[in-house]
């Protein structure tokens, strides 16, 4: 499967981003997706995953409660919500997708889409 993530950009903080994972070369459904992002120096960290159907969920405790993650599988696309941002949310956001059960750990995922910019700053 072959993933593109794209819709970052650069917010002031307290907005919103809505992030896209879309899908293609595979059955999509048959996919949990993951996100994750990583800041400059700083290792890539998870934020979100969703399980092959949904809506089954987990997110990391820094964005729990601010950042939403969905699915429509009828268009192969994975959403991640995001609100309330903050400065040091500013990174490179990717998704990822792995066939079978959804996964909070970056090794088992095998396939990445491109990632895309999300910089938080007034």
């Known amino acids: 499967v072959q993933l593109q993530a794209y819709g970052g950009g650069l917010v002031q903080p307290g907005g919103s981003l809505r992030l896209s994972c879309a899908a293609s070369?595979?059955?999509?459904?048959?996919?949990?997706v993951g996100w994750f992002r990583q800041a400059p120096g700083k290792e890539r960290s998870f934020l979100a995953t969703?399980?092959?159907?949904?809506?089954?969920?987990m997110y990391a405790d820094s964005v729990q409660g601010r950042f939403t993650i969905s699915r429509d599988n009828a268009n192969n696309t994975v959403y991640l919500q995001m609100n309330s941002l903050k400065a040091e949310d500013t990174a490179v956001y990717f998704c990822a997708a792995r066939y079978g059960a959804y996964t909070m750990r970056s090794l088992q995922y095998p396939y990445w889409g491109q990632g895309t910019q999300v910089t938080v700053s007034s």
């Open positions: 969703i399980n092959r159907a949904g809506p089954a969920t």
């Open positions: 070369g595979g059955t999509f459904s048959g996919y949990s």
